[in-house]
T-cell receptor, first 117, second 110 residues
Framework: GAVVSQHPSRVICKSGTSVKIECRSL??????MFWYRQFPKQSLMLMAT?????????EQGVEKDKFLINHASLTLSTLTVTSAHPEDSSFYIC?????????????FGPGTRLTVL | AQRVTQPEKLLSVFKGAPVELKCNYS??????LFWYVQYSRQRLQLLLR??SRESIKGFTADLNKGETSFHLKKPFAQEEDSAMYYC????????????FGTGTRLTIIP
C-alpha cells in the first residue's frame, strides 16, 4: 500500500524554540494532507487540513500562528510548532489522501513524538 | 455535532471467541464510516470502510441505519487481533475530514 513518512520520529526541544515536522507521501501525490494530535491514551484530534498551494484550514481552537502549516508540493507538508511550551508535548500524526479512484484513502504517517522541556 | 461513539475503552476476549466492537454514530445524512486499527508500535491503518462492504482479516462491519451503528465483528478472535481499534466517519463530503471515536483497546486472551 501507499506509504507516508514523517520526520523526525521524535524530538526533544527547549521551551521557546520552534520545531518543524515533515510529512511526505512517498509513492503518490497528495493534494490534501491532515495533521492530528494525539494525547496519551486518547483518540486523534484533527488540527488542520493542508491543501497544496493554499492556506491550511484549522479546526476550532487550534492557533494558526502557533502551528504553522505549509504544503508546498504534492508530496510534502510541514507542521512547525512555534515557541513551543511543555503543553505542546504530544504525538503529532499526519495523513495524506490518495485521491486516485481506485483507492481514495487516507494513509497515515508513523507519528512524531514531541517533548518540550 | 456529528460524532462517532465507542462505548467500550477496553475489551478482552478469549482466543477463538466472537468479537464485537461497538460504534454508534450521530449523523443526519448518509454517513461514510470506517474502522481503523493500530497494532502495537505501528501506524494507524485502514481496516475497512462501509461502502466497500468487504471483509478484511476476517472482520466485517454492517451499517445499521435504524440503530445508527457500525459495529465491527469477527466470528473467531485470533491473538494477532490485539490492537487499538478506532471507528471514524467523514463529517463533510468533499474535504475528507475524518472524525475519530475514542477507540477501543482489544486484548485477545490466549
Amino acid at each position: 500500500g501507499a506509504v507516508v513518512s514523517q520526520h523526525p520520529s521524535r524530538v526533544i526541544c527547549k521551551s521557546g524554540t520552534s520545531v518543524k515536522i515533515e510529512c511526505r507521501s512517498l509513492d503518490f501525490q497528495a493534494t490534501t494532507m491532515f495533521w492530528y494530535r494525539q494525547f496519551p491514551k486518547q483518540s486523534l484530534m484533527l488540527m488542520a487540513t493542508s491543501n497544496e498551494g493554499s492556506k491550511a484550514t484549522y479546526e476550532q481552537g487550534v492557533e494558526k500562528d502557533k502551528f504553522l502549516i505549509n504544503h508546498a508540493s504534492l508530496t510534502l507538508s510541514t507542521l512547525t510548532v512555534t515557541s513551543a511550551h511543555p503543553e505542546d508535548s504530544s504525538f503529532y500524526i499526519c495523513s495524506a489522501r490518495d485521491p486516485s479512484p481506485s483507492t481514495d484513502t487516507q494513509y497515515f504517517g508513523p507519528g512524531t513524538r514531541l517533548t518540550v522541556l | 455535532a456529528q460524532r462517532v461513539t465507542q462505548p467500550e475503552k477496553l475489551l478482552s476476549v478469549f482466543k477463538g471467541a466472537p468479537v464485537e466492537l461497538k460504534c454508534n454514530y450521530s449523523y443526519s445524512g448518509s454517513p461514510e464510516l470506517f474502522w481503523y486499527v493500530q497494532y502495537s508500535r505501528q501506524r494507524l491503518q485502514l481496516l475497512l470502510r462501509h461502502i466497500s462492504r468487504e471483509s478484511i482479516k476476517g472482520f466485517t462491519a454492517d451499517l445499521n441505519k435504524g440503530e445508527t451503528s457500525f459495529h465491527l465483528k469477527k466470528p473467531f478472535a485470533q491473538e494477532e487481533d490485539s490492537a487499538m481499534y478506532y471507528c471514524a466517519h467523514i463529517s463533510n463530503f468533499g474535504n475528507e475530514k475524518l472524525t475519530f471515536g475514542t477507540g477501543t483497546r482489544l486484548t485477545i486472551i490466549p
